[in-house]
């Protein structure tokens, strides 16, 4: 099973990407999705998840300015980034945890410039 990441890209302070995440029919609404980031020299966390009845979370550094949704019909989870910051910059990995396993995508950079 593979998620497959992608969307992301280098952007100017202040600018947006969307990021995409198609999810394999077999897994995608039987479990909680969630996209996190990893900083050079910093710990993997999460940004948005989305739970299998649709709750929705953010961290604080994000809140505002992220939206986490997700396609049924392309079994794909998005996040949409606007008003980017510098330390926004990392690589972002969408996040599937059904109750037998974890799922992660490969990775996509998200490099945010002054």
């Known amino acids: 099973v593979q998620l497959q990441a992608s969307g992301g890209g280098s952007v100017q302070a202040g600018g947006s990407l969307r990021l995409s995440c198609v999810v394999p029919g077999s897994i995608f609404g039987n479990g909680d999705m969630a996209w996190y980031r990893q900083a050079p020299g910093k710990q993997r966390e999460m940004v948005a998840g989305i739970t299998g009845v649709a709750n929705i979370n953010y961290a604080d550094s994000v809140k505002g300015r992220f939206t986490i949704s997700r396609d049924n019909a392309r079994n794909t989870l998005n996040l949409q980034m606007n008003l980017l910051r510098l330390e926004d910059t990392a690589v972002y990995y969408c996040?599937?945890?059904?109750?037998?396993?974890?799922?992660w995508g490969q990775g996509t950079q998200v490099t945010v410039s002054s």
């Open positions: 996040n599937v945890r059904t109750f037998l396993r974890t799922y």
